[in-house]
Nanobody, 115 residues
Framework: QVQLVESGGGLVHPGGSLRLSCAAS????????MGWYRQLPGKQRELVAA???????NYADSVKGRGTISRDNAKNTVYLQMNSLKPEDTAVYYC?????????WGQGTQVTVSS
């Protein structure tokens, strides 16, 4: 049974930072591309950042320079460090594990950026 468990969300002031974590189980973590997506109310889920099994990364234009995705294969965990947060970053953030033969999602964690 695959589980992706996100943590680290919450309320942050504009300009603040947070780090999201996603702990995976039930998969061979190191061979999956891991990603963070977010979904704003009434909108489609969108990619924030992804990291391949080889460590290559890509970011949405909206978070380039403010976000860093990383992975710790020994801990089966992927992270998203977000800095200089803006109110428009407010969303539910989802962890994703993807390979040609599987696509898995976490339950999501709410991030609210507000003063």
């Amino acid at each position: 049974q695959v589980q992706l468990v996100e943590s680290g969300g919450g309320l942050v002031h504009p300009g603040g930072s947070l780090r999201l974590s996603c702990a995976a189980s039930g998969i061979v973590f190191g061979i999956y591309t891991m990603g963070w997506y977010r979904q704003l109310p009434g909108k489609q889920r969108e990619l924030v950042a992804a990291i391949t099994s080889g460590g290559s990364t890509n970011y949405a234009d909206s978070v380039k320079g403010r976000g860093t995705i990383s992975r710790d294969n020994a801990k089966n965990t992927v992270y998203l460090q977000m800095n200089s947060l803006k109110p428009e970053d407010t969303a539910v953030y989802y962890c994703n594990a993807r390979r040609f033969d599987g696509n898995f999602w976490g339950q999501g964690t709410q991030v609210t950026v507000s003063s």
